[in-house]
């Protein structure tokens, strides 16, 4: 068996007890980032007592030519290292900590913008230049997947399921991939990104989407973890927004999300299928490849598969 490719480094929160947090600098291999989170992940809960363990920090450490590795480092699995010591803290001291949904994190560089900025909300308005109307949410790793299926439901009679693979997980061009809907489907359209979850809604190199031929209606959730909601019928776009407010969120006029003034990795949950595999399941599935196309340069760093 050949050696693990990466070296991570991970900010780990958890609990002790209902009024004690814990917080550590965890060290690990993996063949990708998102089997080496796993790896943190496990050995936080198995080995340190973390209850309820998350991630809110990566840097991949293989690649940084200044890193030294700390002389403390305690040996938890043969892949998992942590620092020394742990730190525990009163939880009533927390007043708010933003858990991104799995496929995406936070680098350890300093971005534009404060993290604790990021909070569940969403924005509705209606575009100056287009005409049409525009809705973004952003939501934590407990609220995005169930959010998304639900508003999955609020529009009915899809057209086409579409998944976009962007072309920075392997270094190549991005790829649309769609599947027409008809009237002899019987499948609900919820029920098909559910059951491939780790492989399309937590995969930060997907975007999924979801189309209505009525008005240029477009719901997707994309590679940054953020769901968008396109029409230009205002009676849907107001239907769609009574709906997500029942669901407890809050309305904003400005919005953080880590798709923008964040330095961020994408990666892919530990138990996901690969990107050639991918396009199997896509085509088994009754998807066909549509197109491809070079993506714009970014200023992001360098992206995890």
């Not at 965890?26 to 050995?43: D, I, V």
């Not at 993290?115 to 049409?132: D, P, Q, R, V």
């Not at 709906?243 to 996901?272: C, K, M, N």
């Not at 299928?273 to 197109?291: I, M, N, Q, W």
Request: with cysteine.
């Amino acid at each position: 068996m050949s050696a693990p490719a990466q070296y991570w480094y991970f900010l780990i929160s958890g609990h002790f007890d209902e009024l004690t947090g814990v917080i550590g600098n965890f060290y690990a291999y993996g063949q990708h980032c998102g089997e080496a989170l796993e790896n943190a992940l496990q050995a936080a809960a198995q080995e340190c007592g973390f209850n309820s363990p998350s991630a809110s920090e990566a840097a991949r450490l293989d690649t940084l030519e200044d890193f030294e590795e700390p002389d403390d480092l305690v040996a938890l699995t043969s892949n998992v290292f942590r620092s020394a010591e742990n730190y525990s803290y009163p939880l009533d001291t927390v007043e708010h900590e933003f858990i991104a949904p799995t496929g995406i994190i936070k680098s350890t560089e300093d971005g534009e913008f404060d993290y604790e900025l990021i909070k569940n909300c969403f924005m509705a308005y209606k575009s100056g230049e287009t005409g049409a109307y525009e809705f973004e949410l952003v939501a934590d790793k407990s609220r995005l997947i169930n959010t998304f299926l639900q508003a999955v439901q609020f529009v009915l009679n899809p057209a086409q399921l579409s998944v976009i693979i962007r072309g920075h997980w392997e270094g190549q061009k991005s790829e649309l991939w769609s599947k027409p809907l008809t009237q002899s489907d019987d499948n609900n359209p919820a029920t098909f990104w559910e059951e491939q979850c780790s492989n399309l809604l937590e995969n930060g190199f997907v975007d999924c989407l979801i189309s209505w031929p009525q008005h240029e209606t477009k719901l997707t959730l994309d590679e940054h973890k953020k769901i968008t909601f396109h029409t230009l019928d205002e009676s849907v776009f107001n239907d769609f927004g009574q709906r997500i407010l029942a669901l407890d969120f809050e309305q904003v006029t400005e919005q953080y999300g880590l798709d923008f003034g964040y330095y961020h990795w994408h990666y892919r949950p530990a138990d996901s299928l690969d990107a050639p595999e991918l396009r199997v399941l896509l085509l088994d599935a009754g998807f066909r490849f549509e197109k491809s196309w070079e993506d714009e340069p970014t200023e992001e760093l360098p992206d995890s598969e």
